[in-house]
């Protein structure tokens, strides 16, 4: 091999020919696991709000329209109109819902399954350490 001054790229550090190559082995699940869980049980909580709302809403316009002795189910364009209402935005959070829930539910898999192997590589390595060991100069 050659002297060169020009540093040489390790290739243990090389994120392209690691990337090129596959997965990298060292990176651990749990890493992506936690945010997934926290991100999407608040999207899910958020979701869940949103379609409480939308059923709020939905009901008063019902009930707000029945006052002058008309029915929502008629078959008039102005009940149609506010039978449709909040459908659009319904389906949008209940597929939200449903995909949150599922990013929520891997995430929660994930730690289940990796429970033991999160400390070890946390550098813990149970060693008991007490006030004299945290206090010493």
Same mark, same amino acid.
């Given at each position: 091999?050659?002297?060169?001054?020009?540093?040489?790229?390790?290739?243990?550090?090389?994120?392209?020919?690691?990337?090129?190559?596959?997965?990298?082995?060292?990176?651990?699940?749990?890493?992506?696991? %936690?945010?997934?869980?926290?991100?999407?049980?608040?999207?899910?909580?958020?979701?869940?709000?949103?379609?409480? @709302?939308? !059923?709020?809403?939905?009901? !008063?316009?019902?009930?707000?329209?029945?006052?002058?002795?008309?029915?929502?189910?008629?078959?008039?364009?102005?009940? %149609?109109? @506010?039978?449709?209402?909040?459908?659009?935005?319904?389906?949008?959070?209940? @597929?939200?819902?449903?995909?949150?829930?599922?990013?929520?539910?891997?995430?929660?898999?994930?730690?289940?399954?990796?429970?033991?192997?999160?400390?070890?590589?946390?550098?813990?390595?149970?060693?008991?350490?007490?006030?004299?060991?945290?206090?010493?100069?």
């Amino acid at each position: 091999m050659e002297d060169n001054a020009a540093q040489q790229p390790d290739e243990s550090n090389d994120t392209t020919a690691s990337a090129a190559a596959g997965p990298v082995s060292t990176r651990n699940p749990v890493t992506y696991a %936690r945010p997934a869980l926290i991100a999407g049980a608040a999207v899910a909580a958020v979701c869940i709000a949103l379609l409480v @709302i939308i !059923f709020a809403l939905d009901t !008063f316009n019902a009930a707000a329209y029945s006052v002058s002795g008309q029915s929502v189910s008629d078959a008039t364009d102005e009940a %149609r109109d @506010i039978r449709e209402q909040y459908t659009g935005v319904r389906i949008g959070g209940t @597929i939200v819902l449903l995909v949150s829930a599922a990013v929520a539910l891997a995430g929660a898999v994930v730690l289940y399954l990796n429970r033991g192997a999160a400390s070890a590589e946390d550098g813990d390595d149970d060693e008991d350490v007490d006030l004299e060991d945290l206090t010493r100069d």
